[in-house]
């Protein structure tokens, strides 16, 4: 799906954010990836976004341009997250933070870093959760800045950052357009992250959403993920543009999906409505959302919120305000990071690519052809 008409079948608009600033965390470096979207804003008619014009900005973990050293699988998820944040919000400036490796340290520092000069941060990874998590939560906690984090692409799992009450979690839905290419119908992407966490306690607007018992009863008054869900299954995907060659051997145009791909398209909207987004927002009256009541991803989807897709999927078309909401009656690349159980925030992250191949010219990407699988560092 080429971003109009993402912002077609959501009714996502492109006249605002020119005053606000989307941060995209992700580890190691891309050297490709202001070229690359150059190479996509052409594609798709978008305005220039560079540093000339101040549209973008790449640095290190501590704000210089010394980068770390390039991994391909992580080099496609920062061309992922610059190129759709610059696909839904054209006006706004986008700021990459490289961070030196794929360690919770690391990448956390980033987060502090991108905070500081950032409104909304995007956090397409994660990792197991662990007993001493609840520790790191107060890197979410900047005042006037919205934190965005993937739920995972593991079926039923629960992930961290993702699980912090201080951070949206965002899930995944399967999008189906009409022949004419408007919104259909959306269902749960089935392999999506979500469900009850171990260690953290829920917000006390998740506990006080009407419908929450559905899953509360489950989750004890424990956080439950996701919050809210858009597109990520990656046979309905998104067209993302890398010249830096995966281990398999693609590179240029590649359909991607997952919940990398939802969270910074989440991300992005927020910044182009230049409306702060939490768990007050989310689970209160001012979000027009679908309630996706079809599919499973381990957990049913089910009226109201579940473990399925949250509260549904942020949908200014056809969605309804308001918490008590009902669903309307008309009827790649998943990357998921899997950090090992790690007390001292210092362990690795390892990614977990499948790929949609794609056409090797100069258009965007239309089918799926074959899947891949690799795993890098």
Not at 127 to 143: C, I, P
Not at 258 to 265: F, N
């Amino acid at each position: 799906y080429a971003p109009r008409t993402i912002r077609t079948a959501y009714g996502f608009g492109t006249t605002g954010g020119s005053t606000q600033t989307i941060a995209v965390v992700d580890a190691y470096g891309a050297p490709t990836v202001t070229s690359n979207l150059a190479s996509f804003s052409t594609q798709f008619t978008l305005p220039p976004c560079t540093a000339a014009n101040g549209c973008f900005t790449k640095v290190s973990q501590t704000g210089g341009t010394s980068y770390p050293r390039a991994t391909s699988g992580w080099a496609l998820e920062q061309s992922l997250d610059v190129e759709w944040a610059h696909a839904l919000a054209p006006k706004a400036h986008v700021l990459l933070v490289e961070a030196s490796t794929a360690s919770f340290t690391n990448l956390l520092a980033a987060v502090d870093y991108a905070a500081g000069r950032a409104h909304f941060v995007s956090m397409s990874w994660g990792g197991t959760e662990f007993s001493t998590e609840t520790a790191y939560d107060s890197h979410f906690t900047a005042k006037g800045v919205s934190y965005f984090a993937a739920a995972g692409d593991t079926a039923s799992a629960v992930i961290y950052p993702s699980a912090s009450p201080d951070v949206v979690s965002v899930g995944g839905t399967t999008l189906t357009l009409t022949t004419s290419g408007s919104w259909a119908s959306e269902s749960a992407w089935s392999t999506a992250g979500g469900g009850c966490s171990r260690y953290e306690s829920a917000a006390s607007a998740q506990k006080a959403y009407p419908t929450y018992d559905q899953a509360g009863a489950t989750c004890s008054g424990k956080r439950a993920t996701p919050d809210i869900s858009l597109d990520a299954n990656p046979s309905t995907g998104v067209p993302v543009y890398d010249t830096e060659r995966l281990s398999t051997g693609l590179s240029g145009w590649i359909q991607v999906g997952g919940t990398s791909a939802s969270t910074v398209m989440i991300a992005a909207h927020a910044a182009e409505t230049a409306a702060p987004v939490n768990a007050t927002v989310v689970y209160g009256s001012s979000l027009k959302v679908y309630d996706v009541v079809k599919g499973s991803n381990g957990h049913p989807c089910e009226k109201g919120y579940d473990l399925c897709t949250g509260v549904g999927s942020w949908n200014t078309a056809v969605g309804t305000s308001g918490s008590s909401s009902t669903s309307p009656t008309s009827g790649s690349l998943s990357l998921t990071w899997n950090a090992t159980t790690a007390p001292t925030m210092t362990a690795g992250s390892t990614a977990e690519l499948a790929v949609s191949a794609a056409p090797s010219s100069s258009t965007a990407p239309s089918s799926v052809s074959v899947t891949l699988s690799s795993n890098s560092a």
